[in-house]
């Protein structure tokens, strides 16, 4: 099956700088990649996602990119704010649906004020 | 509002009895899972249900149980059988088996 590993397991950034967090994936036929958001206490809330006939996806301050012959894709997040603190999972599928994901360990991130 | 509501947020059983955990949805979507969620560990999926009646196994079903009667409620029985059952629970809905999932709060249970 499908083997997601996630690094850092830790991140923290000044607010204002980048943040950089990458994900491996080790089955070839995934082609459906989210990331989510989860703040303390609550659900994962799916903040960008990436299909495999795509390099790379923007929205706003958010963007992900997938490289498809190394089996890697990345989000970035720029422009840091104190609200960006959370912890954030990489997933990978072959189909779209949650009943297929295979999650990351996950990212605390945390933006220092 | 609509959403996906987890009752109760928070759950202290003894051990050797079962327990039910609630997710409700009236976003009107087909599909509902859950997943269970360890510190320092990705989600893994217990159970999901396309459509109403008809349930399949995840990668970690040993000692839970789910019923899927009505098309927006998917409870979770934990049972006894289940050897570490001490998690936060998280029950997500998509509208198709092929669309991206939302996820409730979440239900943490604690076994003592």
């Known amino acids: 099956g499908e083997n997601v590993e996630q690094h850092p397991s830790t991140l923290s950034v000044q607010e204002g700088d980048s943040a950089v967090i990458k994900c491996t994936y080790s089955?070839?036929?995934?082609?459906?990649f989210p990331w989510y958001k989860q703040e303390l206490g609550k659900g994962p809330q799916l903040i960008i996602d990436?299909?495999?006939?795509?390099g790379e996806k923007k929205d706003q301050r958010i963007a992900v990119t997938l490289n498809k012959t190394a089996k890697h894709f990345s989000l970035h997040i720029t422009e840091t704010q104190p609200e960006d603190s959370a912890v954030y999972f990489c997933?990978?599928?072959?189909?779209?649906?949650?009943?297929?994901?295979?999650f990351g360990t996950g990212t605390r991130l945390t933006v220092i004020p | 509002d609509g959403g996906i509501t987890q009752s109760p947020k928070y759950l202290f059983r003894k051990e050797g009895q079962n327990v039910t955990l609630s997710c409700e949805q009236n976003?009107?979507?087909?599909?509902m899972y859950w997943y269970r969620q360890d510190p320092g560990q990705g989600l893994r999926l217990i159970y999901y249900?396309?459509?109403?009646?008809?349930?399949q196994k995840g990668d970690i079903a040993e000692g839970y149980s789910v019923s899927r009667e009505k098309k927006e409620s998917f409870p979770l029985t934990v049972t006894s059988a289940q050897k570490n059952p001490t998690a936060f629970y998280l029950c997500?809905?998509?509208?198709?088996?092929?669309?991206?999932?939302?996820f409730g709060q979440g239900t943490r249970l604690t076994v003592v």
């Open positions: 990436i299909r495999s006939n795509v």
């Open positions: 997500a809905s998509s509208m198709t088996g092929d669309t991206e999932a939302f």
């Open positions: 249900s396309q459509i109403v009646n008809d349930f």
């Open positions: 997933a990978a599928s072959r189909k779209t649906g949650a009943n297929n994901l295979f």
């Open positions: 976003l009107n979507h087909d599909a």
């Open positions: 089955d070839s036929a995934s082609n459906y």
